[in-house]
């Protein structure tokens, strides 16, 4: 294994894994840490934790669990993957999860990138943009559960680490991997522990990845993932992203309340999509929502595409939260749609798009999916994947698990036509 991934939810690992597998490597996703003993032929393997928003304390213990079976399987490298928005909160917990790791690897320096130019978002002068928005201005802003309003990432690193953080600027980026390199090393013995590296395109990325080669830590977005397999003379390559036939019944469930998903459900509609919708304070007032939306569905799978979604507008979110508390209602809308996605596939749907990176775990945990294999991609960032799951037959399952920013407003209807 030359590369060992560790990411802090279920659509982020797939994110990592598609650009390594555009890349030219093989790539196995695990949905959790694998079982002791268990061995995985790959190139890379990308572990998948659904620790982005949990207790602190608890992200670094599954973290650093991760990262013990990762090195008994002889990863040369480690990648924390974290979202490209730096999804946190000044408690965590990008900055204690990489702190540990770093120290678990004995390492006294990392860069840190979020930067991801194929999907808007670039680190300038340490600030992150989203296409052309600080991201205070975009609408992360308004994350229910990890809202951002500090877009200078040296500042918001530093509230959550120990250790010093420095920034490696565009300037320095610009000229090249040595000169990366030698901006690391100064940071470095100034005490800094921690570097922020801007970038503003793939260009950046590919320096990176040299500057990078050999680093124990890499704690970054998925798009530096691009510039690493260079260093192992991999190259671009279809067959690393081929998957088995796909058959049966489609389906999309969405829980994220990001604009993207909001363009993507309101496009699916304007397209005449079969769509149902679920309410939070339904399901609280004790309906049994999960069995009247499969019972909506099961005659109309036949007939293309359907989609179950709890997606809607920040305000909306608030209110329900305002209603039921900002946990309860998260809990509730993802057991739900989990519950729903796990009778869509017992009910013959083989091809699932599910939007959303906590809905992408509940779901992948219902469905007791344990490993993915990484295929084509849809849109930068979103691969199909393929999975067994005992809900579903012999053939298995394609799953493709979105980050509620990501993907073109169009995307659940060219999702099926990209696998078909």
Not at 219 to 232: D, R
Not at 340 to 354: H, K, N, S, T, Y
Not at 385 to 400: F, I, N, R, V, W
Request: glycine share 10%; proline share 5%; aromatic share 6%.
């Amino acid at each position: 294994m030359l590369l060992g991934c560790i990411a802090d939810d279920f659509t982020g690992a797939t994110d990592l894994a598609n650009n390594l597998v555009r890349s030219g490597m093989r790539v196995v996703q695990t949905i959790g840490k694998p079982d002791d003993g268990s061995r995985i032929d790959a190139d890379a393997v990308v572990v998948a934790l659904k620790s982005r928003t949990i207790e602190p304390a608890a992200a670094v213990e599954q973290s650093l669990a991760a990262l013990s079976w990762l090195r008994r399987s002889g990863a040369a490298q480690v990648y924390f993957k974290v979202c490209s928005t730096f999804d946190s909160t000044d408690r965590g917990n990008i900055g204690p999860v990489a702190e540990a790791l770093l120290e678990a690897l004995g390492g006294d320096f990392a860069p840190v990138c979020p930067a991801f130019p194929e999907n808007q978002r670039t680190v300038f002068k340490g600030h992150l943009f989203v296409g052309d928005l600080l991201l205070s201005d975009s609408s992360m802003r308004n994350h229910p559960l990890t809202p951002m309003t500090d877009p200078n990432l040296v500042r918001v690193m530093q509230r959550q680490c120990r250790g010093k953080v420095g920034l490696v600027d565009q300037a320095v980026v610009a000229a090249g991997s040595a000169a990366i390199r030698n901006r690391m090393t100064q940071l470095r013995n100034c005490g800094h522990r921690f570097g922020i590296v801007d970038a503003i395109s793939n260009v950046d990325l590919m320096s990176m990845g040299q500057a990078f080669s050999g680093m124990p830590l890499i704690v970054a977005g998925s798009g530096v993932a691009i510039g690493l397999p260079q260093n192992h003379g991999f190259q671009a390559s279809a067959a690393a992203a081929r998957l088995p036939a796909a058959g049966g019944l489609r389906a999309i469930v969405s829980g994220s309340c990001s604009a993207a998903s909001n363009a993507q459900v309101a496009d699916f509609l304007r397209r005449g999509g079969q769509a149902y919708a679920i309410d939070p304070l339904r399901i609280a007032a004790g309906e049994d929502t999960v069995s009247a939306a499969l019972a909506w569905a099961a005659p109309r799978l036949v007939a293309g595409p359907i989609l179950v979604y709890a997606t809607s507008e920040s305000e909306a979110v608030k209110a329900v939260q305002a209603r039921l508390g900002v946990e309860q209602a998260g809990a509730l809308v993802e057991q739900a749609l989990s519950s729903i996605a796990l009778g869509l596939v017992e009910r013959g749907v083989r091809q699932l798009v599910v939007a959303g990176g906590e809905t992408s775990g509940a779901c992948v945990q219902a469905l007791e999916v344990a490993q993915l294999r990484i295929g084509p991609q849809i849109d930068p960032g979103v691969p199909w994947c393929h999975a067994d799951s005992p809900a579903a037959d012999a053939e298995g399952l394609h799953l493709a698990l979105k980050s509620g920013n990501f993907g073109t407003f169009d995307f659940f209807t060219k999702a099926f036509d990209r696998l078909a």
